[in-house]
T-cell receptor
Framework: EPEVTQTPSHQVTQMGQEVILRCVPISNHLYFYWYRQILGQKVEFLVS????????KSEIFDDQFSVERPDGSNFTLKIRSTKLEDSAMYFC?????????????FGDGTRLSIL | GQQVMQIPQYQHVQEGEDFTTYCNSSTTLSNIQWYKQRPGGHPVFLIQLVKSGEVKKQKRLTFQFGEAKKNSSLHITATQTTDVGTYFCAGRGRNYQLIWGAGTKLIIKP
């Protein structure tokens, strides 16, 4: 069964540094998402992306965050200047139809630890 | 803004007992999805409910969507150790994105 893959599985970074989290969505999917989950807490929506542009973003997704689809397969989340409170699990998801009408398929996540 | 409240936060049960989690929305939802997250894992889609009053079953799991499409529940009959994890509801609201509940963690007492 097709999967969403995320790399790296764990990223440790000094506060203030930039990080890029990478995702390869399922190949025929058109809608891509990033979520954040602080340890033991709820899944928080960050951003959705379709047709090479952001379709929706949450209040969490401020100017420190950006997303990009640099080629036909990768979908990246960049955090420009990391803060301690950015430490969390970051999940990428994709769906073949947007608007919350179809299941979202999640990757295994990247655990981001800010020191 | 739109919110989906999910209760309880935790439920401890003996293996074989039933488990129920409830979601309530401040506004009418177009649909509601349920996901399961095993410890250390990622959310996995379980089911989607669309119609008012809809009830769907998956083996020991029963999912309901309220008549007003503002609430939903998941009931597990005779829990097993494989049911352990956190169950999330996610409703599609006005802005067409999924609004996630906080999740209910199912814990099996040793």
């Amino acid at each position: 069964e097709p999967e969403v893959t995320q790399t790296p599985s764990h990223q440790v970074t000094q506060m203030g540094q930039e990080v890029i989290l990478r995702c390869v969505p399922i190949s025929n999917h058109l809608y891509f998402y990033w979520y954040r989950q602080i340890l033991g807490q709820k899944v928080e929506f960050l951003v959705s992306f379709y047709n090479n542009e952001i379709s929706e973003k949450s209040e969490i997704f401020d100017d420190q965050f950006s997303v990009e689809r640099p080629d036909g397969s990768n979908f990246t989340l960049k955090i420009r200047s990391t803060k301690l409170e950015d430490s969390a699990m970051y999940f990428c998801a994709s769906s073949d139809v947007g608007g919350g009408n179809q299941p979202q398929h999640f990757g295994d996540g990247t655990r981001l630890s800010i020191l | 803004g739109q919110q989906v409240m999910q209760i309880p936060q935790y439920q401890h049960v003996q293996e074989g007992e039933d488990f129920t989690t409830y979601c309530n929305s401040s506004t009418t939802l177009s649909n509601i999805q349920w996901y399961k997250q095993r410890p250390g894992g990622h959310p996995v889609f379980l089911i989607q409910l669309v119609k008012s009053g809809e009830v769907k079953k998956q083996k020991r799991l029963t999912f309901q969507f309220g008549e007003a499409k503002k609430n939903s529940s998941l009931h597990i009959t005779a829990t097993q150790t494989t049911d352990v994890g956190t169950y999330f509801c996610a409703g599609r609201g006005r802005n067409y994105q999924l609004i996630w509940g906080a999740g209910t963690k199912l814990i099996i007492k040793p």
